[in-house]
């Protein structure tokens, strides 16, 4: 198995990716399309990280240890939301995102690999 993950775990890897692009993307895609008149920006911007977002989330359903960053960012935004006020559907998915991001790999391939940016020796 690729990056000595396990099947189910590749598995449960494209259904939260698949859940995210469904659900995110169908309020932030309905949102925009039926939108009528000038968006506050907050709200715009808002919806459009999520709608651009669930659209990226497709990709994981694919290649899900290459898009293994995209839960990452969205554990933490869940993280920095919770830590303002308690919201109990992003709780839910706060611990499936714990439960389901490949730690080790993650760990191996984004926290503890060298600078991207330094040349190999």
Do not use: C
């Amino acid at each position: 198995n690729p990056g000595g993950i396990s099947t189910l775990r590749l598995y449960l890897l494209r259904l939260v990716f698949a859940g995210t692009f469904l659900f995110v993307g169908a309020g932030a895609w309905k949102a925009i399309l039926t939108h009528d008149g000038p968006w506050d920006p907050l709200h715009g911007v808002a919806f459009s990280f999520w709608a651009a977002y669930s659209a990226l989330m497709v990709l994981g359903v694919r290649q899900p240890l290459k898009m293994v960053p995209l839960l990452l960012l969205q554990l933490f935004y869940k993280l920095v939301w919770l830590a303002g006020r308690m919201a109990t559907i992003f709780l839910f998915a706060l611990v499936v995102d714990l439960v389901v991001v490949p730690w080790p790999y993650a760990l191996r391939n984004y926290f503890l690999k060298g600078s991207v940016d330094q040349p190999e020796s």
